[in-house]
Structure formats: C-alpha cells, structure tokens
C-alpha cells in the first residue's frame, strides 16, 4: 500500500490518526514500532529521525508527515472521503483547530504527566510523584464540560478532527478519575466516541496492550520527579475549628476520602508526633488505595508536617511530604 503509519496501538496521537484513517476507509498499512528494540528504533528513525509518532509515509507521493494533526490535515488534503474531519467553512474549520489544540496543549500534555508510565514497547518511565491526575485536568475539563453541556460533538453537529484528538486523552483519564459523576457532559462525550466504529475499532486493537497503562495499575519501572504544589482554602470557620478537622479519623471521614464509587476500608489516625495514619479504600472494580502518613510537626491550630506514601494495589506510587498551616 502506499501509506504506512508508524505508529503504536496504545499511543494517544496515534489514536487520533487511526480515527482519521478508519473514519473515511482509508487504505494503509499500520507499522508498530517497539522502541524499546535498538534495531526498530534505529530503523524508524531512518523514516523520521525524531523517532516520535505517529509518523505517516506516503510511497506514491514521495512524502513523509509527522505528528497527528499533520498527518489529518494531509490526509484531509490529498485523501478525502465522506467525512469531512477539517470543514471547508474557513470559520469552522478554525473552530475545529482551535478545540483541538485545547485537547492536545491542555488535557494530553497537562494530564499526561501524572500518567506516564511503562507501555511495554513504548518504554515511557513511571512518574511518582505528588501530583494526581486530577490536579492537572481538572479545571480544563470543567471547561470542556460546560462547552458540552449543549453539544453532541466537540464543535457541535459535526464530527470532526477535534473528536479525533479528544478520544484517547478522554479514555485514559476516565481510567484513572472517572469522569461520569464530576464531569457528566464530558463523559456523554466519551461514550459517544467509544461507541464511533472508528475508535472502537482503534481500542480493540489497543487492548493486548491495555495492562501496561497505569489505570490498570502495572507499575514496573520507577524513576524519581521532584515537584511542589500549593493549595490555599478559605473557610468560614475560625483556626481551631479548622484544625480540628485534621485531629481524628472519624472528623477526616468526612471530607477526606476517594474517588466517584471509593468506599473506605479501614481509618486508623494516630494524630501526635511520630504517629501514624492510615486510610485504606476500595472501587467496585478492584481498586485498592492506601494512604500511609507518619506526622513529624504538630503546632495545635497552625501546622501539621507529615510525609505520605500512596499505594495502589499494593505497589507504592508516590512520597510526598505535606506541611498543612491554618
């Protein structure tokens, strides 16, 4: 055939080409590449040295395009089909480009980094580290929440190159925060997409691969980030009052807890210095979380020190240190 995609099956970008690609029946010859292999990396990188996908090359027309939403634009140009993934309307069209760049510069690349993990021939490095998925996605996909509320596609009627591109990273985070109860008008979407014979068709060819994702907890290699957050919360309450929240397991119960569908296991709060907490929790679906504190400070009504490890089915995800001040 005269198009090959140089792809991988679990690969967010490389979704959203093989939606392009199966959404208007487009004849191509798809070309997994193990990076992990020296000699495959060696040799896809003899068709694109960056050595990133997906890449697509176009035989008949002696062209060599790189990067997901290039490959869309080139394929919209000299490949179409029925479905019109980049409209014709010059308005449109800027609409469409402009929510796919908001998935790609703001869900995939923010949400990726609290997702990174092992994906067998990928072989993209763990992250542990002390920021959740949700502290990166979550005010964007409220935004895309309320752009939902009032339409069936990610620009409206039309499904577009914009779909494409918010597929995977929609899927993935779903894995990780399930998007149904916080973010109703994103998960509609999310169905709807899944239920595209373009992407089903995408997971189904990615599910050997599915183990190595994070949201199925298979954490096999580790490396180290060091990062910090701040979160400020005004409450109208005074410092005490405030403090007191933190003092013991039954008051934690009820504000400190897990995701849509977690219900607590086991609270164990041993609030003093050198004591130790543990909150233990589980999903539906197997889950197991566990936080596992020991407190270092303790300044009544003004600061609480502390470092943390989370478990997630038994393997170690993170340590963090926390420093609480009312």
Known sequence: MALTLYMHPLSSYCHKALIALYENA???TPHGVNLGDPAERDNFRKVWPIGKFPVLRDDARDQTIPESTSIIEYLARHYPGPVELIPDDPELAAQVRATDRFTICICTIRCRRSSATSCGP??????????????GCERPLRFADREMATRHWAVGDLFSMADCGAAAPLFFINKMMPLAQEFPHVSAHLERLMKRPSYARALVEAQPYMHFFPGVIHYEQRSTVHDTFVINRTFAFRPELVFAAWTSAEAKAHWFVGPSGWQAQLRELDFRVGGREQVIGRKPDGFVSRFDARYHEIVPNQRIVYVYDMYVNDRQISTSAGDDRV
Not at 124 to 133: F, L, Y
């Open 26 to 28: 487009i004849a191509f």
């Open 122 to 135: 990928l072989t993209v490095t763990i992250r542990s580290a002390s920021v959740t998925p949700r502290s």
